[in-house]
């Protein structure tokens, strides 16, 4: 059976409504001949108005994130994460041993622009050359570490699956220093995305090297900025089969705008030099990185999104943009009791249940 005959259709968990569009506006103009204006004069006293008329019902366009070229950004962006697969892993192996039943391997391969990305691998106790694992990659959120991933890698493997667990650009071992200027924030996530995802990729190609792996069923799960570059790394690698999101969400001019008012203290660091920015300007010059110009090219793969009703981080209007965004076969569960990453007594059980089915031997 293929995999697409296992897919279950588009689904909304709960009902939910992003909110009423705004009434229209009526607009009556009357325009009356003076009778003691020639015929010249009200020519041009009706040209104006009309002239006037026209502005006022049709002003000049502004760059939105609903105006922006998704594909003609996506067919643009796409050269920005190439993946060389020429270019040599240069496996640098740290220490093995065995944790909670399965074995644990750190280590470290290369990327593009010569960036050495730190690594685990997750190996659950049935999986052989004779009998290779589906394997999950997954990453973690801003400010975090692939070491707060273990818990999930731990699941992960109790239900058979191996893991790749990576440092995102700027995060564990690849900590860089943060700068405080205007708008270099922004652009510093932008360098982490096109980063990251391309690390991802070459993630796979390593994958591909291990016999204990089946290189056929291999999944995704991205948490919050995680989930971010998930969008964007599936968006542009088809070895990712099945991908599962986290507090993930689209439109960067939104996600920032919003993180800027509150001046929220993600990952350690606050958000309040965003502030002043253009942020229609934002959306455009980041839609090569935004989740909303990739998630339509993870179809026909299915997609899971998992959120929360009261996230104050990755608002609930992202994720239903990126949603929106997405293609059959997609599913969006909300949580309404909880915020930002809801906790893992309620996310685990949702990947293991979708996991099982996507990734599961034909």
Known sequence: MRMSDRVRPARVVENHS???APSGWKTEVRIRRPQDASPSEWFSTTRILLLLLCLFMFPPLTV??????????YRRAVPLYADNAALPLSIKTGEANTVRGCRLERFSYLSTNNQRVPALLFLPPNASAAHPAACLILLHGLGGSKEQMAGLAFFAASAGYASLVIDLYGHGERLRPVTAKVGSQAQELAVGVRQTAVDVRRGLDYLATRREIDPGRVGLVGISLGAIIGTVSAGVDGRVKAVALISGGGDW????????ARNAPVGGRNMNGLKGLD?????ADLAAEDPLTFVPHIAPRPLLLLHGR??????PQAASELYAAAKEPREIRWYAAYGHVPPPEVVYPALKTFFGKQLSKN
Do not use: P
């Open 279 to 283: 942020w229609a300007k934002v959306s």
């Open 64 to 73: 939105t994130a609903q105006t922006i070229d998704r594909e003609a950004a």
């Open 253 to 260: 001019g939104l996600i920032l705008r919003t993180l800027s």
């Open 310 to 315: 009261k996230d104050d981080i990755i608002v």
């Open 18 to 20: 992003i909110g009423e």
